[in-house]
């Protein structure tokens, strides 16, 4: 297979040659998620070329969707605002309403006074819908079926409904309200006798989720039942929508993102693509808080100068100390954080997985100290700084692996990203305590340390 | 919903006073993903009588599929090897494989030998595909047509497979020597007239996976290009198999879960629910890695002892400038290597990306210098030692930036995995350069320092 670069070199060339037609038939060939990549090679000029090709195909649309919406403001600059109006009317409603999020606050008026009509009610429906929640991931496109009717007539309904998606694999049964009440894989409609009632042949009261819960807990459903599509309902059980399993593949994929990047106190918009300016504007705020962290935990050596003062082999060992606290507190806090997003907490218990991180941090730090404290005696020849050192480790190991369990399980109860507070709380504590711990012990033992 | 430790004692209850057949009921009525959490909080008795009701359901194989593996070593404590044997026999040939890994080395050759001939035999079959690869995670069970058969007669052949695995999306088409030549979805096959040829409905060239590629490989093709399924073939492009959707969902979930543990130095097998014994064996070796990198980092600051003897204020902010650079390598590693494991690195380029966050590091380690080169100033009534600090984060920042994004990539072209080696290579680095900066530019200006 050819290279994204390679690729890009000779649609470029082709472009400035003027030789639009060849251009034209080698994207022809190329998968949407193919073309996209080529977008952040291009010259403004270039994109617009390609977009205006790609849309005279109807598949601009598709490209578009395969972006990192990162990317796409950039892209947005090269166009009109009637072009991206064209192209976006063409996306399915959950792919719409996230674009239109990317699109610069002041042009977005001007956009999406030039979609259709029905396009633009139903955007401005959609929107009603919390942020991240089903009801904005769910696509309206769905067969609704009557339990009197028969399989084989369920089948002409969806060759009526066209050559449109291809991806249904289900179909639902509503009542005269437009309740669910069941659901019929395409597989065993195929199967039945043709005269068979759909109501016989449909799974009753199958899995489905509110139009407002998080797109999180849809995810979690879905990987829990193995299922292919999960419908949407309003509070009196009436079918709103579905969601498909490839969007919530991206729902997965974008939750993982999201907790790596909590735990590193970075922001979801910060990508190996955002300009540089972004990236410092996005993580500027947060290195300040880690800077007044830092500055605590400078806080607490510094009430100890006078110690080090005496005894300068405290401050060599301090990185050691400090620097296995911080770990042993981040492999709690991944354990737990991970945990509560895939759910396996319900196979322990908060409290159980607390106290097991606690006596695993004690453990190690016991292992780790006696290790520690062996290799200071032998360095610096001091049995009471070795002490020191082993105590110290093992005392804030032990919190260390508390702490790295009890965070997030404690902002989890109070309903918050375990994930997003946890990574600054956990590191700042480790780092503080294990500080205190080490140089609070070597004062009460100086005087066997100057000895 | 009634939570799992409401359902627990319940059935506990049930199990207890010996009314078996109101337990069965109670199991009967939930998914095998809601039993799953309930064996963790039975005791080993409790566990055999409700596999054997499972059993006797014929659903002990799919509870068993929905159990994290690591609880599978305490579950098959309680039964006997006949009994492992009859309930895995059950399973699909992915799921099988996975599970007899967690047999016991003691007890598997006995339980295999247990199994159906045919079935043992095909195990035998998929051990021999690499070690996560797609061949170890396809399914067998898929509906192969010849290109000349009418759609109808496909429709009727998908009747003829019997009411096995309802989750069939597409059938494949393949030549007389077993070759994929197309592929046709359900839905598609539905909708066409009975008597089209398949060869006419079907998607020529379809993408497809080697079976002997990476299963992650797979996850990306999948997440890539929005499918549901993905055909398996040999070398000479001949149908092996199809990977579902569901699969693809278990292996996304591995690779994040996998990535997030690497950085924290974890081994995949240590969950919130491993024995306390098990979580201390697994974490325990990267520890005493972890504290020989510690113990590297004592041993620069001990090379400046002298120095620190004379102003035992840069031992106060030693914290200061190795927390900053820790957190700034951190956060350019996790982008980085999220970036390669989601493929988005081919929207920039490894060259472009580590010059970016060597730019993002430089311009934050400016901005926080400025800040803690002030309130070290306002706090010391040192201007010297404000100066130093300000230098040493602008330098450790810079090129924490730079090794938290050229350690992934390097490792990535050495086709290692960039998640597991780049913590420890990252954090060690970032923490020995800091404190080498700082107290090397110390030493340099401490005639201004004493001053």
């Known amino acids: 297979m050819a290279t994204p670069e390679f690729t890009a070199r000779t649609l470029r060339r082709l472009l400035a040659s003027g030789v639009t037609t060849r251009a034209e038939r080698l994207l022809a060939k190329m998968p949407p998620a193919d073309v996209a990549p080529l977008l952040s090679d291009l010259t403004g000029d270039e994109a617009r070329t390609v977009i205006e090709l790609l849309f005279r195909q109807r598949r601009a649309a598709l490209v578009m969707r ?106 639902y049964v509503v009542d005269d309200r437009r309740c669910l009440s069941g659901v019929v894989p395409i597989r065993r409609l195929v199967s039945s006798p043709p005269s068979r009632p759909v109501g016989e042949i449909m799974i009753p009261d199958p899995v489905c989720v509110r139009a407002e819960a998080d797109q999180e807990e849809v995810a979690a459903v879905v990987r829990r039942y193995d299922l292919l599509a999960v419908p949407v309902v309003d509070v009196d059980n009436r079918l709103l929508g579905v969601i498909t399993v490839d969007d919530v593949i991206d729902v997965i994929t974008e939750e993982a993102t999201e907790d790596m990047y909590h735990l590193a106190g970075l922001s979801d918009e910060d990508r190996v693509f955002s300009p540089a300016l972004i990236s410092i504007r996005k993580r500027l705020p947060w290195m300040l808080v880690n800077l007044g ?46 945990a509560i997003a895939l759910g396996e907490i319900e196979f322990s218990t908060g409290l159980r997985a607390a106290g097991k991180e606690l006596a695993v941090g004690l453990v190690i730090g016991i292992t780790t100290g006696v290790a520690s404290a062996a290799i200071a005696m032998f360095w610096q020849a001091k049995p009471a700084l070795g002490l020191a050192l082993f105590l110290a480790m093992v005392v804030s190991m032990a919190v260390s692996g508390l702490m790295g369990a009890a965070v997030p399980l404690a902002l989890k109860a109070l309903r918050q990203d375990p994930a997003l507070g946890s990574g600054v709380i956990v590191t700042t504590f480790t780092d503080v305590f294990a500080f205190f711990a080490f140089l609070g012990i070597a004062t009460l033992m100086l005087d066997r340390l100057i000895a």
Chains 1, 2 share one sequence.
């Open 66 to 171: 395969e972006l990192p919406p990162e990317m796409l403001p950039q892209l947005f600059e090269a166009l009109s605002d009637q072009r991206i109006a064209d192209v976006i009317a063409r996306l399915e409603i959950d792919d719409l309403l996230e674009l239109v999020d990317w699109i610069p606050e002041d042009r977005r008026a001007e956009v999406l006074q030039r979609l259709p009509d029905h396009r633009r009610d139903e955007l401005m429906k959609a929107e009603l819908y919390p942020e991240s929640s089903a009801g904005r991931v769910m696509t309206t496109a769905f067969i609704g079926l009557d339990e009197k009717m028969a399989a084989q007539e369920a089948i002409d309904s969806i060759r009526a409904a066209g050559d449109g998606n291809e991806s249904i694999l289900y179909l």
């Open 293 to 338: 962290t830092c500055f605590l935990a400078a806080w607490v050596v510094g009430l100890f100068e006078r110690t080090i003062e005496q005894v300068v082999a405290l401050a060599v060992f301090m990185p050691v100390v400090a620097g296995m606290a911080g770990n042993g507190g981040t492999q709690s806090l991944t354990i737990i954080t991970r």
